[in-house]
């Protein structure tokens, strides 16, 4: 069992920034990828960018290269996102998930847990 919890999420001025937590707890060691998606009212779920606690190997998705970065502590078992020059179109709830394989999570595939979701509002 793994538990994740976001924190981080907030209203903030287009062109603003924030940063997103997630602690990982229980039995990470089985999951080497951990990943951010988000879902914006009426739109599917999205993949946002991923990290290995492995060897730290980063993906971003195009629409956040540039702007958005994942980055690991893994004495903390924390990853995080650092949301630059946010815009209105990143309006979302941002979830943290885990699974064995980056490469699969990307694609939304083989996530193990999810956590709760934490809500990020970008105001025009």
């Known amino acids: 069992q793994v538990q994740l919890v976001e924190s981080g999420g907030g209203l903030v001025q287009a062109g603003g920034s924030l940063r997103l937590s997630c602690v990982a707890s229980g039995r990470t060691y089985r999951y080497d990828a951990m990943g951010w998606f988000r879902r914006a009212p009426g739109k599917e779920r999205e993949f946002v960018a991923s990290?290995?606690?492995?060897?730290?190997?980063?993906t971003h998705a195009d629409s956040v290269k540039g702007r958005f970065t994942i980055s690991k502590d893994s004495a903390k078992n924390t990853i995080y996102l650092q949301m630059n020059n946010l815009k209105p179109d990143d309006t979302a709830v941002y979830y943290c998930a885990t699974g064995p394989r980056a490469e699969a999570l990307m694609y939304g595939q083989t996530i193990h847990y999810w956590g709760q979701g934490t809500q990020v509002t970008v105001s025009s």
């Open positions: 990290i290995t606690w492995s060897g730290g190997t980063t």
